[in-house]
């Protein structure tokens, strides 16, 4: 921008005013009883989701209970010595339909995952599952049956143009 620059652009007032109606708007339908119940919701769904997985990945941040609040922090630190890092584990989620969660936040090496109040408990079956089934790819790496770098975690995602090429050069460049 040289002399016509104005700074950087980091202030409200060169901010999108736009997010203000929205959040008031939300708070406003929801009322103080409707506040309450959603956070009820999603404290329990976080913890639905800490208590399936707890034995599979360590939980950080628990309480004195063994409860988390609205997140629960899964921490893939130690996969690492096998070569599987958490951010493996993030796109392998989004081959079985999810987003990847919040990742390396607030802990390097952990996924920050949370179930809103919008989640039915098929849904978060449904991840739960996965995140099992990712589980288990990990296990077959940790056990040498699978080379790290050969396993579906380290490969993805599987986007429909990676699968395509991968079908292509084994058909033809043999």
Not at 124 to 141: K, Y
Request: hydrophobic letters at 45%.
């Amino acid at each position: 921008g040289g002399s016509q620059s104005l700074g950087t652009v980091a202030a409200a007032p060169w901010g999108s005013s736009s997010i203000l109606p929205i959040s008031w708007s939300y708070i406003a339908m929801m009322g103080p009883g409707g506040l309450r119940r959603a956070s009820q919701i999603a404290i329990l769904n976080a913890n639905y989701v800490a208590t399936r997985l707890k034995d599979h990945y360590p939980v950080l941040y628990t309480g004195k209970n063994g409860r988390v609040a609205h997140e629960c922090i899964l921490d893939l630190r130690h996969f690492k010595r096998f070569g599987v890092e958490a951010e493996d584990v993030a796109k392998r989620l989004m081959d079985f339909g999810f987003h990847a969660p919040t990742l390396s936040f607030p802990v390097v090496g952990t996924l920050m995952i949370e179930p809103t109040e919008s989640e039915g408990k098929a849904e978060l079956d449904r991840f739960c599952e996965a995140m099992l089934a990712i589980r288990a790819e990990i296990a077959a790496v940790e056990d040498g049956q699978l080379a790290a770098k050969d396993s579906p975690l380290h490969h993805a995602p599987h986007t429909a143009a990676a699968v395509t090429a991968d079908v292509w050069d084994r058909a033809y460049t043999r």
